[in-house]
């Protein structure tokens, strides 16, 4: 089942934080975050697994709620480069698919 | 430089003809995997592959095949059957899957218009 992101959308002003969430109906394996700007490739942020370790590129914070099947990313300080499009994607119990939410579109105004 | 290619960037085909898009990884990644993306929906998964000559259906398999013949090599043909094929199309790479969760390595994509 697709995970629900929220907001669907966000504008911020620069030096602003957004928080973006993603939940499921059913118990969590992993959380995946990619960004991606129009017209480009999606891009890995981090990688949230069960029991705690986090995987990350960049200097972007995220937590994952295991009890309440839901991940949230923390966007801080944001940078006109954060404009885009934030995907969750999540591998859920049963399952080996990676199942992407529909998406939250930032953007980041000077 | 080790990455995704996906070719053509842009490709048109008259409806009723079968197409195929070309995906090829230099990250020596057993994972391979095709998505569908249209506005608004997000990614959706079509086919993926943990190995050679191996494959499983995705979400919204129907109208599309693939195959895996070599490692670095994951073609996607959109048939005919597929009723509404104009979309980008995004192929990804990853180390493995199942059981472990790595980070899924996307091509820059090929955006197809039927007509």
């Known amino acids: 089942q697709q995970p629900v992101q929220s907001p669907q959308a966000v504008i911020l002003r620069e030096g602003e934080d957004a928080v973006i969430n993603c939940s499921s109906s059913k118990a969590l394996y992993s959380v995946h975050w990619y960004r991606q700007k129009h017209g480009e490739a999606p891009v890995f942020l981090m990688i949230l697994l069960k029991g705690g370790e986090q995987k990350g590129h960049e200097k972007i914070s995220a937590s994952f709620n295991e009890k309440k099947q839901q991940s949230s990313l923390y966007l801080t300080a944001s940078q006109l480069s954060y404009s885009g499009t934030y995907f969750c994607?999540?591998?859920?119990?049963?399952?080996?698919?990676?199942?992407f939410g529909k998406g939250t579109k930032l953007t980041v105004n000077p | 430089d080790g990455g995704i290619t996906q070719s053509p960037k842009y490709l048109f085909r008259k409806e009723g003809q079968n197409v195929t898009l070309s995906c090829e990884q230099n990250?020596?990644?057993?994972?391979m995997y095709w998505y569908r993306q249209d506005p608004g929906q997000g990614l959706r998964l079509i086919y993926y592959s943990q190995i050679v000559n191996d494959f499983q259906k995705g979400d919204i398999a129907e109208g599309y095949s693939v195959s895996r013949e070599k490692k670095e090599s994951f073609p996607l043909t959109v048939t005919s059957a597929q009723k509404n094929p104009t979309a980008f199309y995004l192929c990804?790479?990853?180390?493995?899957?199942?059981?472990?969760?790595?980070?899924?390595?996307f091509g820059p994509g090929t955006r197809l218009t039927v007509t």
């Open positions: 990804a790479s990853s180390r493995r899957q199942g059981g472990d969760s790595y980070e899924q390595y």
């Open positions: 994607g999540l591998i859920q119990g049963g399952s080996e698919k990676l199942v």
């Open positions: 990250l020596n990644h057993d994972a």
